[in-house]
């Protein structure tokens, strides 16, 4: 979302009439034996959930074709801990593949499951604020957390699970790659039909982020 925000903002202000945004994951390096067994249970649901994958969606001027509208992008992690990071990296703390260390992907279940879901509703709630029409919205496609997703978030907007758009069977949890991977996927088959709309939901546990908008297929 922050990337589809500043690409937005290069194409409407004319510095740049194509612009790509590239979401690439490889959560399979920091799942390594010898990193669970150091580790706590947590690694564990990485392990289970995490897919390696890369997506990508050139943005152009051109309002012939497909187009995005309605973008929003916000923040909710004011005072609170990452609920994702890595241990090692940065200045601060270099890692170098010559010592005894391990990449370590720490992840704060807790917090996640905890405050999670309302960056879902955040994202939903401010995408009507916006002036999006939920009758007009054919498809909602949110950030592939996991495989229940769509029946949590039907019951919690109350909007049928059939509305909702997964591929997590199909990639497991693409990180920044998974909107753009399932979107692409959607409508490479021809599950969003010509002339529908969807709204994509985003949400980030890093430092607990939430965005979207609404794509319009050719």
């Known amino acids: 979302m922050n990337g589809l925000i500043m690409g937005s903002g290069l194409i409407n202000s004319k510095l740049a009439r194509n612009v790509a945004i590239v979401g690439s994951e490889t959560g399979s390096v920091y799942a390594t034996k010898k990193s669970i067994e150091l580790?706590?249970?947590?690694?564990?649901?990485?392990?289970m959930q995490m897919g390696d994958g890369a997506g990508a969606?050139?943005?152009?001027?051109?309002?012939?074709?497909?187009?995005i509208d309605t973008q929003f992008f916000c923040y909710a992690g004011l005072n609170m801990k990452p609920g994702l990071s890595l241990k090692n990296g940065g200045s601060a703390q270099p890692w170098?593949?010559?010592?005894?260390?391990?990449?370590?992907?720490?992840?704060?279940?807790?917090?996640?499951?905890e405050n999670g879901l309302g960056l879902f509703s955040a994202a939903y709630n401010m995408a009507i604020s916006c002036g999006v029409n939920m009758e007009k919205i054919d498809w909602?496609?949110?950030?592939?957390?996991n495989s229940k997703l769509s029946?949590?978030?039907?019951?919690?907007?109350?909007?049928?699970?059939d509305r909702f758009i997964s591929s997590?069977?199909?990639?497991?949890?693409?990180?920044?790659?998974?909107?753009?991977?399932?979107?692409?996927?959607?409508?490479?088959?021809?599950?969003?039909?010509?002339?529908?709309?969807?709204l994509v939901l985003g949400a980030e546990a890093?430092?607990?982020?939430?965005?979207?908008?609404?794509?319009?297929?050719?």
């Open 168 to 198: 997590f069977y199909k990639t497991g949890n693409l990180g920044s790659a998974g909107i753009w991977v399932a979107l692409a996927q959607a409508c490479k088959e021809n599950v969003v039909k010509p002339g529908q709309c969807v």
């Open 151 to 161: 029946e949590i978030l039907g019951d919690e907007f109350d909007v049928s699970c």
């Open 140 to 145: 909602i496609l949110p950030h592939q957390v």
């Open 96 to 113: 170098s593949s010559y010592a005894d260390n391990i990449l370590i992907f720490e992840h704060d279940f807790n917090s996640i499951k």
């Open 57 to 67: 969606i050139i943005l152009t001027a051109d309002a012939s074709c497909a187009y």
């Open 39 to 47: 580790h706590d249970t947590e690694q564990m649901v990485n392990l």
């Open 206 to 218: 890093t430092k607990y982020l939430y965005g979207g908008f609404v794509y319009y297929h050719a």
